[in-house]
């Protein structure tokens, strides 16, 4: 890691940081709240079998428990779409967005090893996923704290389950600075990252809504988010494990590949 | 030890050489001119040279280092202007030089100095670099790749974009570099610019070195196109004035080449009435070939 350089990605990037972290803390809020509140009308809507109950159970998460709304908080379109920001849009920019910009060369002119460029950019993107998600699983807390249901959860486990989905979105970012790594340009890191993600998180869903489907979860890296299941205190080491295999393997691959890639003039 | 050596280096991309075989030595204390037209060669070789491009063949050291197996020792000596320069939109050029110094891990002992020559000042330092025009970020950029003071700075294209009272400021910095025995290895297509401040040139084309020569011996072999407009009489009586060739005559306008000292030919011309005189300065690249040539023949 590099300090000043690892000062320079979070000063260039701490307003977006502060606005994600503040959107995520505000939706976090959200589903306890929609638990407290409704959650007991819409179990007993499942249970009268009006809609099959996969319909109601969003890949891992529900409202129907508190857990589940804080799984739901973190699997949801809007948390994906926002946590994103940072998996994806500034790991796949990262290095690609600085060649195509022409800014990496002044940077690499600098007696800087490329390994060190990468690691202080992955180390920036994990602190900035570490500051979104724990501003997510805050405002889970502090909605279950507002709607009176804060008994029901086990806040001891939380480190825990931010741990899990570090490892989630943080192999993501990895995926996405390796892109990043392996393209000249912005477009086709950016363009092959999402398309992992998306299709990812379409296994995830799909599987969860078909059961038919449901054996392409185990090919999603999103299955392996297992947030009730740690709330629960049933959390398997495999989960996490598989998770830090994709993000070494992603590491790896960068590791492998920046410092031999070419590096011609911006184009 | 020459500041930069290369040998054979050569970079191909698929069946394209973009550097073929290039041998090349700069001195340790010499300001050196590297020219050549677009896609020659001269990024390339720079790239090179700078760790950004793995050599397909041959090697290159600067300051003895290998510039593959020790890139970041010598990047820790050099200062590196890239053509077209591109910075942080949203960062004030204070904010670029504190961070590039940083990254330099040397203190910017020269950064007030340069700053001062080339009329940045702390109020135009304080705005975010978006809001400079072309000049302005070509000025930060001289000053970011000197500001710690490095033994080698390698300058692509430095004066593009200055206008003629900055582009003298930035020959002053280059001449003072000179003096202070530091070593400059810059690409320009300026020819007053390399004449002004080379010790020695090189050119390259196709991506091979055509030639490499001292400014002071090509300044003595160089020629000039000269257009004579005179007013009555015959032609002139040129042939047998030193210098002069290719000497043709239409109505009263004569064009010929003059080579080497001007003023037998000056004095040739007081026997005419002079009514408009044009002396053409060759293109350092045609002059530069041009010697080459005639050496060939020799």
Same mark, same amino acid.
Not at chain 1, 181 to 188: E, G
């Given at each position: ?16 940081? !502060? ?6 803390? !505000? ?8 638990? *407290? ?10 249970? &009268? %079998?009006? @809609?099959?109950?996969?319909? *109601? ?6 409202? @129907?428990?508190?857990? %589940?709304?804080? *799984? ?36 690499? /002119? ?33 909605? &279950? ?23 989630? @979105?943080?192999?993501?970012? !990895?995926? %996405?600075?390796?892109? &990043? ?15 992992? $993600? ?23 890296? @999103? ?17 996490? /494990?598989?998770?830090? *295999?994709?993000?070494?393997?992603? $590491?790896?691959? /960068? ?13 | ?60 050291? +600067? ?8 890139? +970041? ?17 949203? =960062? ?69 974009? =200055? ?37 020695? +040139? ?9 030639? +490499?020569?001292?400014?002071? #011996?090509?300044?003595? #072999? ?77």
């Amino acid at each position: 890691m590099n300090a000043a350089l690892f000062r320079h990605t979070w000063r260039l990037q701490r307003i977006k940081l !502060a606005l994600i972290s503040l959107g995520l803390f !505000a939706w976090g809020c959200f589903p306890p709240v929609i638990y *407290a509140r409704f959650g007991v009308q819409f179990e007993t809507m499942l249970q &009268s %079998g009006i @809609f099959p109950e996969q319909f *109601a159970r969003f890949g891992n998460g529900d409202i @129907f428990s508190l857990t %589940g709304a804080v *799984a739901l908080s973190l699997i949801h379109p809007i948390a994906l779409i926002l946590t994103s920001v940072f998996a994806v849009g500034f790991s796949a920019g990262a290095i690609a967005g600085e060649r195509q910009r022409g800014t990496l060369e002044v940077v690499l /002119a600098r007696p800087i090893e490329r390994r060190v460029l990468y690691f202080s950019l992955l180390g920036s993107a994990f602190l900035f996923l570490g500051i979104a998600i724990a501003a997510l699983l805050a405002g889970c807390a502090i909605g &279950s704290a507002f709607a009176g249901v804060l008994a029901q959860l086990p806040v001891a486990r939380l480190p825990l389950v931010w741990l899990n989905a570090m490892l989630l @979105f943080g192999a993501f970012a !990895a995926i %996405g600075l390796a892109a &990043s790594a392996s393209f000249d340009r912005f477009s086709p890191a950016l363009g092959s990252t999402l398309a992992i $993600v998306v299709v990812m998180y379409l296994l995830e869903v799909l599987g969860s809504l078909w059961p038919d489907a449901a054996f392409l979860q185990k090919y999603s890296l @999103f299955h392996y988010l297992k947030v009730k299941t740690t709330l629960a205190g049933a959390a398997t080491p495999v989960d996490f /494990a598989i998770l830090a *295999a994709a993000v070494a393997g992603a $590491v790896g691959w /960068a590791v492998l590949i920046f410092p031999k890639r070419d590096l011609s003039a911006p184009i | 030890m020459p500041a930069i050596r290369t040998t054979g280096l050569t970079k191909r991309y698929g069946a394209i050489r973009a550097l073929d075989g290039l041998d090349l030595e700069v001195q340790d204390g010499e300001v050196f001119g590297f020219l050549g037209p677009n896609g020659a060669g001269k990024s390339t070789a720079i790239r090179l040279i700078l760790g950004f491009l793995h050599p397909t063949a041959g090697s290159g050291q +600067v300051f003895g280092h290998d510039i593959v197996t020790a890139s +970041v020792a010598i990047r820790q000596r050099i200062g590196y202007l890239p053509g077209g320069i591109a910075f942080y939109d949203t =960062l004030t050029g204070l904010e670029h030089l504190d961070f590039l110094a940083r990254l330099n891990r040397r203190l910017p002992t020269r950064r007030a100095e340069l700053c001062d020559r080339l009329e940045l000042p702390a109020r135009t330092l304080s705005r975010v670099v978006r809001d400079y025009s072309r000049g302005m970020r070509q000025k930060l950029g001289i000053v970011q790749a000197l500001q710690h003071d490095p033994e080698l700075a390698v300058l692509d294209e430095p004066s593009e974009g =200055l206008d003629p009272l900055m582009q003298r400021a930035f020959y002053a910095i280059l001449e003072q570099l000179k003096r202070e025995g530091r070593t400059v290895f810059f690409s320009s297509h300026v020819l007053s610019e390399v004449e002004r401040v080379c010790d020695r +040139v090189a050119i390259i084309r196709g991506g091979r070195l055509a030639a +490499v020569e001292e400014i002071a #011996r090509l300044r003595t #072999r160089r020629w000039r196109n000269v257009t004579v407009q005179f007013d009555g009489g015959g032609a002139p009586p040129l042939d047998n004035v030193a210098g002069v060739s290719d000497v043709e005559v239409r109505g009263n306008r004569m064009t010929c080449r003059v080579s080497g000292d001007i003023g037998p030919f000056l004095a040739a011309l007081t026997q005419l009435r002079v009514v408009d005189l044009t002396i053409e300065v060759p293109r350092l690249e045609e002059a530069f070939l041009d010697f080459y040539d005639d050496r060939a023949m020799t």
